[in-house]
C-alpha cells in the first residue's frame, strides 16, 4: 500500500517547579529583547545603507549579541537562530502582502520560543529542555512519528508544550472509487450548525453566549481599574482565563462532531464560505463569529489527511435558493425555513435541501489540487440574471469568493 507523508502537531501540558519557570520567563524576557534589537537593525541598515539583511546575515548578528549578553548566554544557541528566523519571515510576509508591518513586541505579547533541531529531548514523563532542566509534562495521548520540532507556548498562566512530528499514513483513494453511499453533504448555519443529506443535524450549544454575562461582568469590573495596578493585572488574568476557557469548549466540540462525521463517510462536501464578508452583517456577526465555520472546515481537512478521506469544497451561490431535484430557482429570504418547489412539488427543510443539494454538487465535482481554496465545480448552478445574484448577496448568507 502507497502511503504518503503529514505532519502532526501534538500539544502537552507542562508543570514545571519555581526554579524552571524563573528560567524560562527570563528566557522568553531576554528573546523578546533580541527580537526587537534584531528588527531595529534591519529597519536601520535599509534606511541608511538600502541594504535588506539576509536571514543568515540576522543569525550572524544573532550570534555577536549572545557573546555580549550574559542572559542570552543561558538560552539554547538554536532558539535564539530561530528568533532571527522569525525576524525574517515577518519581513517577508509584509512584503508579499500576507501580513501588517513588523511591530516592536511587548515582553507580555512574546509568548513562545522553538527548539527547531536539537536541544530537547523526551524522557518517559519528563521533558529535558537545554537550559532550563527536566521539566514534568503530562502526556494525555501517545505521541506518533518522528519529532522535528518543539516549541515552548506560555498562555494565561500556563505552559504547553508542541510537538511537530512526521510520519506517514495510506494514500487517499481516488473520489471517483468511492461508494455514493459514503459521500455526505452538510450545510451550515446558525440555527442548526451542520444539517447532513441523510437529515441528521446538529445544534450549536452557544458557548460564548452561555458565557457572555460573566464576561460582560469582567470587563466593567476591569474598566473602573487603575492601568499598572496589581488588581488590574488580576482581572485581566481572570478574563482571559474565560475567553479561554470559551474557546476550548469550542474546538472539543467541533472535534468530537468532526470524528462521528468521518466514522460515517469518505468524502465530506462542505460550502467554501466567505466568512469575512457575512461578517458585514452587524445583526449576525457576533453568532457567526461564534460558530467558526472556518475553524471547522480546517480540522475536517486535517481529520480526513490522517484518515485517508477527503473534503471537497463547493462555490456556495445559489445553494440554498435552487431545487436539489430539478435545479428550479426558488427565492427565499432568511426567515424561510421550508423549501416548497413549484416545478417538482419537493415539500422538506430548508437546510435538508441544501444539503441534498451540496452532495450532488460534490458529487459531479472533483478533489480541489489547492486544498479548498477554490471551488471545485465544472458543473455550476444554472446562471441566473445580475439582479438574481446581487438579491442573494443582499441577504448576507452564503457568499461566493
Same mark, same amino acid.
Given at each position: 500500500?502507497?502511503?504518503?507523508?503529514?505532519?502532526?502537531?501534538?500539544?502537552? /501540558?507542562?508543570?514545571?517547579?519555581?526554579?524552571?519557570?524563573?528560567?524560562?520567563?527570563?528566557?522568553?524576557?531576554?528573546?523578546?529583547?533580541?527580537?526587537?534589537?534584531?528588527?531595529?537593525?534591519?529597519?536601520?541598515?535599509?534606511?541608511?545603507?538600502?541594504?535588506?539583511?539576509?536571514?543568515?546575515?540576522?543569525?550572524?548578528?544573532?550570534?555577536?549579541?549572545?557573546?555580549?549578553?550574559?542572559?542570552?548566554?543561558?538560552?539554547?544557541?538554536?532558539?535564539?537562530?530561530?528568533?532571527?528566523?522569525?525576524?525574517? !519571515?515577518?519581513?517577508?510576509?509584509?512584503?508579499?502582502?500576507?501580513?501588517?508591518?513588523?511591530?516592536?513586541?511587548?515582553?507580555?505579547?512574546?509568548?513562545?520560543?522553538?527548539? *527547531?533541531?536539537?536541544?530537547?529531548?523526551?524522557?518517559?514523563?519528563?521533558?529535558?529542555?537545554?537550559?532550563?532542566?527536566?521539566?514534568? !509534562?503530562?502526556?494525555?495521548? *501517545?505521541?506518533?512519528?518522528?519529532?522535528?520540532?518543539?516549541?515552548?507556548?506560555?498562555?494565561?498562566?500556563?505552559?504547553?508544550? !508542541?510537538?511537530?512530528?512526521?510520519?506517514?499514513?495510506?494514500?487517499?483513494?481516488? !473520489?471517483?472509487?468511492?461508494?455514493?453511499?459514503?459521500?455526505?453533504?452538510? =450545510?451550515?448555519?446558525?440555527?442548526?450548525?451542520?444539517?447532513?443529506?441523510?437529515?441528521?443535524?446538529?445544534?450549536?450549544?452557544?458557548?460564548?453566549?452561555?458565557?457572555?454575562?460573566?464576561?460582560?461582568?469582567?470587563?466593567?469590573?476591569?474598566?473602573?481599574?487603575?492601568?499598572?495596578?496589581?488588581?488590574?493585572?488580576?482581572?485581566?488574568?481572570?478574563?482571559?482565563?474565560?475567553?479561554?476557557?470559551?474557546?476550548?469548549?469550542?474546538?472539543?466540540?467541533?472535534?468530537?462532531?468532526?470524528?462521528?462525521?468521518?466514522?460515517?463517510?469518505?468524502?465530506?462536501?462542505?460550502?467554501?464560505?466567505?466568512?469575512?464578508?457575512?461578517?458585514?452583517?452587524?445583526?449576525?456577526?457576533?453568532?457567526?463569529?461564534?460558530?467558526?465555520?472556518?475553524?471547522?472546515?480546517?480540522?475536517?481537512?486535517?481529520?480526513?489527511?490522517?484518515?485517508?478521506?477527503?473534503?471537497?469544497?463547493?462555490? *456556495?451561490?445559489?445553494?440554498?435558493?435552487?431545487?436539489?431535484?430539478?435545479?428550479?430557482?426558488?427565492?427565499?429570504?432568511?426567515?424561510?425555513?421550508?423549501?416548497?418547489?413549484?416545478?417538482?412539488?419537493? =415539500?422538506?427543510?430548508?437546510?435538508?435541501?441544501?444539503?441534498?443539494?451540496?452532495?450532488?454538487?460534490?458529487?459531479?465535482?472533483?478533489?480541489?489540487?489547492?486544498?479548498?481554496?477554490?471551488?471545485?465545480?465544472?458543473?455550476?448552478?444554472?446562471?441566473?440574471?445580475?439582479?438574481? /445574484?446581487?438579491?442573494?448577496?443582499?441577504?448576507?448568507?452564503?457568499?461566493?469568493?
Amino acid at each position: 500500500m502507497q502511503e504518503q507523508p503529514l505532519f502532526s502537531t501534538y500539544r502537552y /501540558r507542562l508543570y514545571p517547579s519555581c526554579v524552571q519557570e524563573m528560567r524560562l520567563k527570563r528566557s522568553l524576557h531576554a528573546l523578546c529583547e533580541l527580537y526587537n534589537t534584531l528588527r531595529a537593525e534591519k529597519i536601520r541598515q535599509y534606511q541608511q545603507n538600502h541594504q535588506s539583511l539576509s536571514r543568515t546575515e540576522l543569525r550572524s548578528l544573532a550570534l555577536q549579541i549572545r557573546r555580549n549578553n550574559p542572559e542570552l548566554q543561558e538560552v539554547y544557541s538554536q532558539v535564539e537562530q530561530n528568533v532571527a528566523d522569525r525576524v525574517a !519571515i515577518a519581513f517577508k510576509n509584509y512584503f508579499q502582502g500576507r501580513a501588517r508591518f513588523p511591530r516592536t513586541k511587548r515582553t507580555k505579547d512574546y509568548g513562545s520560543f522553538t527548539y *527547531p533541531q536539537s536541544g530537547f529531548k523526551l524522557e518517559d514523563s519528563r521533558l529535558f529542555l537545554s537550559k532550563i532542566g527536566r521539566v514534568r !509534562i503530562f502526556l494525555h495521548r *501517545p505521541l506518533q512519528g518522528t519529532v522535528r520540532r518543539l516549541t515552548i507556548k506560555y498562555t494565561v498562566g500556563e505552559w504547553y508544550a !508542541i510537538l511537530l512530528t512526521n510520519r506517514t499514513t495510506p494514500l487517499k483513494p481516488p !473520489i471517483s472509487h468511492v461508494a455514493n453511499d459514503k459521500v455526505r453533504g452538510g =450545510d451550515l448555519g446558525l440555527e442548526r450548525f451542520v444539517t447532513l443529506d441523510n437529515g441528521e443535524s446538529v445544534q450549536y450549544p452557544k458557548f460564548l453566549r452561555a458565557a457572555e454575562e460573566k464576561i460582560k461582568h469582567l470587563q466593567r469590573r476591569l474598566a473602573r481599574k487603575r492601568k499598572g495596578s496589581r488588581r488590574r493585572r488580576v482581572l485581566a488574568r481572570q478574563l482571559a482565563r474565560l475567553h479561554m476557557h470559551v474557546a476550548r469548549q469550542r474546538e472539543d466540540w467541533q472535534k468530537k462532531l468532526v470524528n462521528a462525521i468521518f466514522k460515517e463517510c469518505d468524502v465530506l462536501v462542505l460550502e467554501k464560505l466567505n466568512v469575512a464578508h457575512m461578517l458585514s452583517n452587524r445583526q449576525l456577526a457576533k453568532a457567526i463569529m461564534d460558530s467558526s465555520w472556518s475553524q471547522f472546515a480546517l480540522k475536517c481537512m486535517r481529520k480526513a489527511d490522517m484518515l485517508a478521506k477527503h473534503v471537497v469544497f463547493i462555490d *456556495p451561490y445559489g445553494t440554498s435558493q435552487f431545487c436539489h431535484q430539478c435545479l428550479t430557482w426558488v427565492p427565499k429570504t432568511l426567515a424561510d425555513r421550508e423549501h416548497r418547489c413549484p416545478n417538482c412539488e419537493a =415539500d422538506l427543510p430548508r437546510d435538508l435541501n441544501s444539503a441534498l443539494l451540496i452532495r450532488k454538487l460534490g458529487i459531479l465535482s472533483c478533489s480541489p489540487s489547492d486544498g479548498g481554496l477554490s471551488p471545485a465545480e465544472p458543473k455550476p448552478l444554472p446562471m441566473r440574471t445580475l439582479k438574481h /445574484r446581487q438579491v442573494a448577496a443582499l441577504k448576507r448568507e452564503a457568499h461566493s469568493l
